[in-house]
């Protein structure tokens, strides 16, 4: 990974695990269902941020020097193992 994408991530992750943490004491504290799960949907949006960030990092990097490889099977191996994660994140 990109020393600049890991470490936004990093920051991201971060206050994804505040919000986290947030959401433990809104339940505890018995707070209005919809704000739980407005709170919930925040932290999923932020999720797919970070997730969104390493794939492109993935495929700026990994997936394209398999390609400027000229390996064949290095290449199919990265762009199978990019449909079957993104397969996976659709629930197929």
Not at 4 to 22: A, D, F, H, P, Y
Not at 33 to 50: E, R, S, T, Y
Request: aromatic letters at 2%; glycine letters at 6%.
């Amino acid at each position: 990974m990109q020393s600049e994408t890991k470490k936004s991530c990093l920051s991201r992750l971060n206050r994804i695990e505040g919000q986290v943490r947030g959401l433990a004491k809104m339940v505890d504290g018995d707070r209005y269902c919809i704000d739980v799960v407005n709170q919930v949907q925040a932290v999923i949006a932020a999720l797919k941020k970070v997730e969104g960030a390493i794939l492109n990092d993935h495929i700026a990097h990994c997936v394209e020097h398999a390609i400027r490889s000229g390996d064949k099977r290095a290449q199919r191996e990265k762009v199978a193992e990019l449909v079957s994660t993104l397969a996976r994140a659709r629930g197929e």
